[in-house]
């Protein structure tokens, strides 16, 4: 078992950045494949990018390439996002998510473990 607690999200202004943090704790982080996702009201839960157990980054979307950046660190069971060029359009939720596998993948239905998520909100 996993338990994952996202943080970081709040309000900011187009062009600002946030670093969103998930912590895991309960197994051993560094056997764990990591993922974002995100949703916004209305809309299908979106992969925003991914981190396998040796460090190989896939995604992320067009919709945040360039600006946003994944890291992990196994010494402080932490995966990170580093959302930079905000646009008001990256409103949502963010959901950080945990599979038992040495690959990250993009599909949601792959993880095995999801955080309770972090509100980001990005003001015009």
């Known amino acids: 078992q996993v338990q994952l607690v996202e943080s970081g999200g709040g309000l900011v202004q187009a062009g600002g950045s946030l670093r969103l943090s998930c912590v895991a704790s309960g197994s051993t982080f560094s056997g764990y494949a990591m993922g974002w996702f995100r949703q916004a009201p209305g809309k299908e839960r979106e992969f925003v990018s991914a981190i396998s157990r040796s460090g190989g980054i896939i995604g992320p979307p067009t919709s945040v390439k360039g600006r946003f950046t994944i890291s992990r660190d196994n010494a402080k069971n932490t995966v990170y996002l580093q959302m930079n060029s905000l646009k008001p359009e990256d409103t949502a939720v963010y959901y950080c998510?945990?599979?038992?596998?040495?690959?990250?993948?993009?599909?949601?239905?792959?993880?095995?473990?999801w955080g309770q998520g972090t509100q980001v909100t990005v003001s015009a």
């Open positions: 998510a945990a599979r038992y596998n040495d690959y990250a993948t993009a599909i949601p239905r792959y993880y095995d473990y």
